[in-house]
């Protein structure tokens, strides 16, 4: 059937299973917009506040239902606006594709009016991207952008579209999706079976790959099997039962002190879907001392991940969900019962635990152990950046699979409320909060009034130290508490905030407000705004030092 170009694009998005779309409307995809005007039917389209949100509302989606995100942007400013949003997305492999309008191709070089390189522009943080100047080309560009986006290490894809290539007129002819691959090396396998199984002391550290690849299951199994404990990555947090006996906490910067001691007393690091960021090793070298006692098996989908920033003795290079399901198979089940009353007993020496000299203090423990009691670790927890999303790794038990969306790589303030937009849209029936800092409110505080225009029942819970905590906390340890610019002070009055946008606001000043607010929160069933205030000095630890030892961690600030 001949088609114009925005329906192909439309009809394309449903060969891919798209029913929900983020965006926000302009002049060079303005015939996209008519087009969606008679597909309303058949695809949801969000209208955020801003287009960075409807990026991050695009990956919250993904990370969140395993789909792939899309969004919708128009020329220029409408474009340069997804940055951040795909910049996010490529470094935590998150699968999306970005649609963009750009001047007519008979326009294109001469800086006409909201023209820009998108594709130069995005050139090194999309996995690959396009700019379709012949309507032969268009459909296949966006099939090949959903393939490309999911295949192997997964990641952003953007496809740029001239106004008049939305406008001309084509066949289209339907077509089923292309199949993914998947090849797993069993000689490999076979010495990573072996391996584990001579081992006395194994220890396991799983990331993000965990998450992208649905190993949920397996790595529960794989952990059962060879008796051995558990930690995980910041973007590994829902990879893993965060009750369960085997998890240590989290590994790195602002990892747990058990999981240090277990990585320098363990024999066999297994590392599965992680690439070894330096917010994890803190410093390669160090990293590798600290675990002299071990051999370390490194699976990952990306080969150049392997040995890149540490030297595995032994790699699998494939998707960690096949190659779990085929170790699983292979090893006999083993016990190691010593190594898990020492882990056991590190985990009890080691709690993690906020203290405070006034008995009515708020403090984020508190708050977030009582979120996790409410929701029994089963809500979809997106965060922004800073102290707040490592007191949310720490004290959340995350229980699920892709329930826990933040942004790793890029540390994007300002990331959060988009992606619980995303989340929520794609969760419907689950509890969705997003637990943010004041410093990265005040950046997307805009897309409260999405909340608001579509009733979105979202939580977004607010911990107010009028600072931005993180960077004050290594203005305080490491630059002689010179606090430039890290106060913010700003005489916002949230109550009344959320009656002009629309929406409920809480505050939780004391600890005997926890509770009965997050209980009000959560029963009510719309969009919430908690300020919840605390004080400027409560820091997050364990912290190790950039270029420390990661066995050495801070465990007190005076």
């Given amino acids: 059937m001949v088609l114009n170009g925005s329906q192909i694009i439309l009809e394309c998005l449903l060969e891919q299973g798209v029913d929900t779309v983020f965006g926000y409307p302009g002049g060079a995809v303005l015939n996209i917009y008519d087009a969606l005007y008679d597909y309303s039917d058949k695809i949801t389209h969000i209208l955020t506040s801003h287009e960075q949100a409807a990026a991050h509302a695009a990956d919250g989606y993904s990370r969140s239902t395993g789909k792939t995100g899309v969004v919708i942007a128009t020329s220029g400013p409408g474009a340069t606006n997804l940055v951040t949003g795909l910049a996010t997305a490529y470094m935590d492999s998150i699968p999306m594709v970005a649609i963009t309008g750009n001047v007519a191709t008979s326009l294109l070089g001469l800086d006409s009016f909201q023209e820009v390189d ?21 459909a296949d560009a966006i099939r090949n952008a959903f393939f490309i986006a999911n295949d192997g290490r997964k990641g952003p894809v953007l496809i740029d579209v001239p106004k008049d ?36 002391k194994p220890f396991i550290y799983a990331g993000g790959g965990v998450v992208s690849c649905d190993a949920f299951d397996e790595l529960a199994n794989f952990a059962e099997i060879i008796d051995a404990p558990v930690s995980l990555s910041l973007m590994g947090q829902c990879a893993f039962d965060n009750k369960s006996c085997r998890y240590t906490g989290m590994m790195g910067m602002h990892g747990t002190k058990a999981s240090s001691l277990a990585l320098t007393e363990c024999d066999l690091l297994i590392v599965l879907g992680s690439r070894f960021s330096d917010r994890v090793t803190c410093n390669a070298g160090n990293f590798r001392k600290a675990a002299e006692k071990a051999t370390i098996l ?47 007993k590190w985990k009890n020496d080691y709690p993690l635990c906020q203290v405070s000299d006034e008995p009515d203090d708020v403090l984020p423990q508190d708050v977030i152990e009582t979120l996790d009691e ?47 937009i995303g989340c929520k849209v794609g969760n419907p029936d689950k509890v969705v909060v997003n637990c943010a800092g004041d410093g990265s409110f005040y950046m997307n505080m805009n897309e409260l009034t999405t909340l608001a225009k579509y009733q979105l029942p979202v939580i977004e819970l607010v911990f107010n130290n009028s600072v931005l905590g993180m960077v004050r906390q290594w203005q305080k340890l490491f630059y002689n508490g010179h606090f430039s610019q890290t106060t913010l002070e700003k ?29 009000k929160a959560i029963s009510l069933n719309k969009p919430v705004l908690i300020n919840c205030i605390i004080d400027k000095d409560i820091n997050v630890l364990p912290m190790v030092p950039a270029g420390a030892s990661i066995a050495e961690p801070i465990l007190e600030i005076k």
């Fill in 118 to 138: 998108i594709t130069g522009i995005t050139m090194p943080i999309t996995k690959h991207n396009y700019i379709v100047k012949d309507i032969a080309n268009l």
């Fill in 165 to 200: 290539i939305t406008a001309a007129v084509y066949e289209y002819e339907p077509q089923s999706l292309k199949q993914h691959e998947y090849f797993i090396n069993n000689e490999e396998i076979s010495k990573a079976a072996k391996m584990i199984s001579k081992a006395e």
């Fill in 298 to 344: 490194h699976v990952d989908i990306d080969p150049a991940e392997i040995n890149k920033n540490i030297t595995a003795d032994l790699k699998v290079c494939g998707n960690v969900k096949l190659v779990l399901e085929e170790l699983n198979k292979l090893i006999t089940p083993r016990k190691h019962k010593e190594w898990m009353s020492e882990i056991e």
């Fill in 374 to 420: 409410l929701t029994n670790g089963e809500a979809v927890i997106s965060t922004e950046v800073g102290q707040h999303q490592m007191w949310t790794a720490e004290f959340y038990n995350f229980r699920k699979p892709r329930s826990f969306s933040s942004s790793g790589g890029l540390g994007t303030m300002g990331y959060g409320l988009g992606a619980a």
């Fill in 491 to 519: 005489p916002t009055d949230f109550e009344l905030l959320g009656k002009a946008i629309g929406i409920e606001t809480f505050t939780i000043k004391s600890k005997s407000d926890i509770r009965p607010v997050l209980e």
